[in-house]
């Protein structure tokens, strides 16, 4: 099984919801790992309206 692949699965759906807070679910389903690499058969991405900002200055990117 590869495990460094089902671990960057993780921190990239992660990562998804922490930039973007109007996901409000993911499902990936299933997820086939196998020896080398991963596959998603399939996907859904449930959506909200985005919470009003109160920071309406200028905005930067966040460094990665």
């Known amino acids: 099984m590869d495990t460094p692949a089902l671990e960057e699965l993780l ?3 992660s990562r998804l ?6 996901v409000v679910g993911v499902s ?8 080398r690499g991963l596959a998603v058969l399939d996907a859904s991405v449930r ?4 919470p009003a900002r109160d920071d309406l200055g ?4 966040p460094g990665y």
Request: net charge negative; glycine share 0%; aromatic share 0%.
């Open 28 to 35: 990936l389903e299933p997820v086939v790992v196998a020896q």
């Open 58 to 61: 200028p905005r930067t990117l």
């Open 11 to 13: 921190q990239r759906v």
């Open 17 to 22: 919801v922490d930039d973007h807070p109007e």
């Open 47 to 50: 959506l909200a309206p985005p």
